[in-house]
């Protein structure tokens, strides 16, 4: 009954979600204080430029933009490749990432700086990109607010091709920072919960989420966070996919839970609506069916989560 | 297919691991700056007094010890309860855990300081202040790590009861860390791999382990971690539990997969040794019959790896 390998299906549904299908070998393994150089001396290295939450395209016309520089056209766009780090390789060569202060003038006509969601929700780069760049984003949003040494307040040292930071002063090691959030869809056999955050663009509802704290299995987060923000108990929890989520570095870990009882106390301070929606609502909101409601697009975890709910009966 | 909590057993296998046991109600929608000292003011408030990588537990005699000191006894034994976290309220009433400088010498005779590992090896606290030692403890040690602000270098201070540090300068928000952690049992229907650390216990096999990196879902960490550590290719991976883990503040997430291949080239570096076991040598280590190895103690989540494994065929 929990060992189910051999019955589950040959790609798992976190196989499916964006942001999911980076394709560069980290070699891991191989990490040194050379690493960076050794790649950018290598000609068919690329680098990925990000600065302020957006990330440069190259628009050529072709169905889908590249994010991928050479490293000449990096350095004539402004990058400081001393900074780089290095995501991996792929099957072209070695793959950077950098920052770059963007700005929309002065960039070539083919180039455009395009918020990291924009890149997401429309599609603007295959799945390989759009993995690439949930790991570059993430990397360099964690080397920019940990420049300082935490214990000591002095400052740190990228190394490792940008896997690591070292003080100067105390010599701790500080790896890169991954946040694991908890989302949810709390369901019956015939009903789920959506909810909508005071943020969420009109019309827009989504399962809860929330942070999973130290101390705690997924599956009591889940709990917890549902009764915070619903009034809802739980039993059952039940793992369903993952999604890396580089706003700045997430991973949505998300999950079904069975409702105990039906009477919800939304969490207003937190939420704008929550309530109960039957499948065929459900249905039209994720076919875009609705007449005024809609869920998540088909990138987003909850859209994952809904659809397997609301597909299953 | 994909959608199964309606067939998952009442309780998840995360229940049944060590650290999990956490009976607090953390109240997280209710944290204010007030908190903390509200809930010391309150005479049913119990302490959990930690320093050093050490609980103090009181023996009295009774099979399990008692990790609870009222705040007057907390204060004699050197506590700063200034600094107190607040972990929740549970039926007795509010919980806190504060470091304290742990010194063997000048301790009540029936007081000790345990190291967080003997209190979950020798179940020396039941279920329930064992989980609460596991938020205690990655609380207090972000804390200890993070008093000065990772982007500008300046203090920081405790906020929220101590779920949030906030910069004296730069007004950046900073809150817990947990990092995830991937934990696999490779197999195929007969056999499993299992590996030594080289900090492991002599004859002791367990199962891979590796931080799961920003930019990537559990399942393809898992293939990851697994191919650099014993260069075994992986197809299917299914998610089995989750366990906090103290150590200094990690979320171990356990996965099987489906071995594509058998050859085994182990990471030397990391492993002290690699290789596949068969399912009556296995049942034997979990059952300690086995002459000379062992597996994890029941308490670990590798422990339920390799036994929901084992006792699947």
Redesign the interface.
Same mark, same amino acid.
């Given at each position: 009954?929990?060992?189910?390998?051999?019955d589950?299906?040959?790609a798992?549904?976190?196989?499916f979600?964006g942001?999911?299908g980076?394709v560069i070998d980290?070699q =891991?393994?191989k990490r040194s204080d050379e690493s960076a150089n050794t790649a950018l001396s290598d000609p068919s290295a690329r680098l990925l430029l990000m600065g302020g939450g957006r990330i440069l395209l190259k628009f050529n016309g072709d169905a889908v933009a590249s994010s991928y520089f050479p490293l000449a056209e990096a350095k004539a766009l402004g990058a400081d490749v001393r900074d780089a780090v290095l995501l991996g390789v792929d099957d072209n060569g070695p793959v950077l990432a950098v920052s770059v202060v963007v700005e929309d003038e002065g960039l070539p006509e083919s180039i455009k700086a395009v918020d990291y969601r924009s890149v997401y929700m429309q599609n603007l780069v295959d799945a390989g990109a759009l993995?690439?760049l949930?790991?570059?984003?993430?990397?360099l949003a964690?080397h920019?607010?940990?420049?300082?040494?935490?214990?000591?307040?002095?400052?740190s040292e990228m190394r490792i091709g940008g896997?690591k930071r070292v003080c100067t002063a105390c010599a701790?090691e500080h790896?890169?920072?991954?946040?694991?959030v908890a989302i949810m869809l709390t369901?019956t056999?015939d009903r789920c919960i959506l909810g909508r955050g005071r943020h969420f663009p009109p019309n827009m509802y989504s399962a809860l989420a929330g942070?999973?704290?130290?101390?705690?299995?997924?599956?009591?987060a889940v709990r917890?966070e549902t009764f915070?923000e619903s009034g809802i108990r739980l039993?059952?929890?039940?793992?369903?996919?993952?999604?890396?989520w580089?706003f700045p570095?997430s991973?949505m870990?998300g999950c079904?839970?069975?409702a105990l009882d039906e009477n919800i106390t939304p969490?207003t =301070?937190?939420l704008e609506d929550c309530r109960w929606f039957d499948r065929a609502e459900v249905l039209s909101m994720l076919d875009k069916t609705h007449p005024t409601l809609f869920t998540p697009p088909p990138g987003a975890i909850a859209h994952h989560l809904i659809r397997?709910?609301a597909?299953?009966a």
């Open positions: 009954m929990t060992f189910r390998l051999f589950a299906p040959q798992e549904p976190s196989q979600v942001f999911a980076n980290r =891991a393994e993995g690439a949930a790991q570059g984003a993430s990397l964690w920019a607010s940990h420049r300082f040494c935490g214990k000591c307040g002095q400052p896997y701790t790896f890169p920072r991954t946040d694991p369901v056999r942070f999973i704290e130290p101390g705690e299995t997924i599956e009591n917890r915070e039993g059952r929890v039940v793992y369903h996919a993952s999604q890396p580089p570095y991973l870990i079904f839970g069975e969490d =301070a937190e397997a709910w597909e299953s």
